[in-house]
């Protein structure tokens, strides 16, 4: 006997879709088959002839904590993900203070086990903490900011950006215009991974799909997909990199289309409402919690298909970060899960939100196909609207 069957459910696979069940024990996917073969279970959960894709691997979240819980925290956080699809987070290093230390890193470590789905951690680089960069472990990447950024983070020293990048198996960057051209210059120098952070350009993607190899991915974000230039009036929408034309924006989902985007981030970076309409509004917003609904309306649209978001959304960011047991739903897996309701036709309410911040840029929006269920491990941690705290933890790397 089995600890969950999920049954009556069409399973998204990298390669097909297909009818059939799951079958999970001690948080493993231990059978795929027919419902009529499956192993009898303590609990059978109907999926009502709903699609149920991996749990979405956001490679780019800042819950701020330590440093800026008012605005966010690892528990809301993760709740916000959970109702969102989202099952594990990669949380950025640029905190208040930011994650520069082996010390640092353990301290945050020790917050994020109030989390609710699984998580890692990108650490942070500066001009003084090459040291710290060649001793850390289990991370996702180093991330280097070549263009705005708070504090000590701003890398604008050659030497010290080569250095980072020689001692670094995967870099994660924030770079836009020229910078981006030497992000590439160094990483191939190098040898190592480069994940560029929320690319917005037409100009940009087109150079990126002549000198990209195995090794260079991108990523684009919900924000730049759905919103562009004509939809920036407010502070709300005031993001970094800045939204930009409906020309460039058009060009992102051509780089989905044509395989050169690699994987779409949330960038969720939430501020109090209060701060977004001051007059002086940080950059940034909310997006764990409609990144998926987002795309899962675009694929009711006919503007892509729910295979290409789980190689976006799942798929891709176990490859480039090398998660180990995620991302699929294949035997010895980790259960990792939501089930999506593709007629399940809401708007976004703020009301609603499990941020702490309370808002979306997106509120108001009218989508159709909503996650309605989602596993960690084959824990049931949000069910139709609710949230069930489950303890979430620390992912490994291969």
Not at 38 to 64: C, E, M, W, Y
Not at 91 to 107: A, G, Q, R, V
Not at 158 to 187: G, P
């Amino acid at each position: 006997m089995t600890d969950i069957i999920i049954k009556n459910s069409k399973l998204v696979l990298a390669d097909r879709i297909i009818e059939a069940g799951i079958a999970i024990d001690d948080g493993k996917i231990v059978d795929i088959a027919k419902d009529t073969n499956l192993p009898t279970a303590d609990k059978i959960i109907d999926a009502r002839g709903n699609f149920v894709l991996p749990g979405l691997i956001d490679s780019h979240v800042h819950l701020r904590e330590p440093g800026l819980v008012y605005k966010e925290d690892f528990l809301t956080g993760t709740m916000a993900a959970a109702a969102g699809g989202v099952t594990t987070v990669l949380d950025m290093p640029n905190n208040k203070p930011p994650i520069l230390t082996l010390e640092d890193l353990e301290n945050k470590r020790k917050l994020a086990e109030k989390c609710i789905v699984d998580y890692g951690f990108h650490f942070g680089s500066s001009k003084d903490n090459l040291e710290e960069i060649k001793k850390v472990k289990n991370i996702a990447s180093v991330k280097v900011f070549m263009n705005i950024s708070t504090g000590k983070l701003l890398i604008d020293d050659d030497s010290i950006l080569e250095e980072i990048f020689r001692s670094s198996r995967v870099i994660t960057v924030h770079a836009e215009e020229e910078k981006i051209e030497k992000a590439i210059n160094v990483s191939k120098k190098y040898g190592n991974r480069l994940y560029l952070c929320h690319i917005t350009k037409k100009e940009w993607l087109g150079y990126l799909e002549k000198n990209k190899t195995s090794d260079i991915f991108i990523e684009v974000t919900p924000h730049h997909l759905f919103l562009s230039k004509k939809d920036d009036t407010s502070g709300l929408t005031k993001v970094y990199p800045q939204l930009e034309s409906e020309d460039d924006q058009k060009a992102l989902w051509r780089g989905i289309e044509k395989g050169i985007v690699d994987t779409i981030g949330s960038d969720h970076a939430p501020h109090l409402l209060e701060e977004k309409k001051s007059d002086n509004p940080p950059g940034g917003v909310p997006g764990l919690e409609t990144m998926l609904p987002l795309l899962l309306n675009a694929v009711n649209e006919k503007r892509i298909t729910l295979r290409r978001i789980l190689e976006l959304t799942s798929q891709n960011p176990t490859k480039i970060f090398m998660i180990k047991n995620k991302g699929k739903i294949e035997v010895g897996y980790d259960a990792d899960l939501t089930i999506v309701d593709m007629n399940l036709e809401k708007k976004v309410d703020n009301d609603k939100l499990f941020t702490k911040c309370k808002w979306s840029p997106f509120n108001g929006w009218k989508l159709k196909g909503w996650p309605v269920q989602t596993f960690v491990r084959g824990q049931l941690v949000f069910d139709n609207g609710n949230i069930n705290k489950i303890k979430g933890k620390e992912i490994d790397y291969w």
